[in-house]
């Protein structure tokens, strides 16, 4: 009489820990921002490449923000983000001039069209 008791407790426990687990991966989906796991300031942190080309719009972009750039189109939502961050904020970037560096960068599969905040990327 023992052993099914502690079968059903055990199946009780089991399927309340499946429930639980499976309302944890779905929670876990809006938990995250625009760039998933990446914190969105340390993300801006890396087109520091970048930050003279984002305040001057004909200043020529170098090659290792083109690199770095070249990563971050492809996930255009993560892109505006790091653009409106507080820490390309505190470097001077101007987001009117940002979105167009993938432009400069004569980057084929940029997100022509996108929408970042008040401004399109061409």
Same mark, same amino acid.
């Given at each position: 009489?023992?052993?099914?008791?502690?079968?059903?407790?055990?199946?009780?426990?089991?399927?309340? $820990?499946?429930?639980?687990?499976?309302?944890?991966?779905?929670?876990?989906?809006?938990?995250?921002?625009?760039?998933?796991?990446?914190?969105?300031?340390?993300? %801006?942190?890396?087109?520091?490449?970048?930050?003279? %080309?984002?305040?001057?719009?004909?200043?020529?972009?170098?090659?290792?923000?083109?690199?770095? $750039?070249?990563?971050?189109?492809?996930?255009? %939502?993560?892109?505006?983000?790091?653009?409106?961050?507080?820490?390309?904020?505190?470097?001077?970037?101007?987001?009117?001039?940002?979105?167009?560096?993938?432009?400069?960068?004569?980057? %084929?599969?940029?997100?022509?069209?996108?929408?970042?905040?008040?401004?399109? $990327?061409?």
């Amino acid at each position: 009489m023992e052993t099914p008791v502690k079968y059903i407790c055990f199946l009780a426990f089991l399927v309340s $820990m499946t429930i639980a687990g499976l309302n944890g991966v779905e929670g876990t989906a809006y938990y995250y921002g625009p760039c998933g796991k990446h914190d969105i300031e340390k993300e %801006a942190e890396k087109l520091e490449p970048c930050t003279y %080309a984002a305040q001057h719009r004909r200043v020529p972009v170098s090659e290792r923000c083109c690199t770095v $750039m070249e990563k971050k189109v492809k996930n255009p %939502a993560c892109l505006c983000a790091v653009l409106y961050s507080q820490t390309a904020y505190n470097a001077g970037v101007r987001p009117e001039i940002a979105v167009t560096i993938p432009k400069r960068c004569k980057l %084929a599969d940029r997100p022509v069209g996108y929408q970042c905040g008040a401004f399109t $990327m061409p």
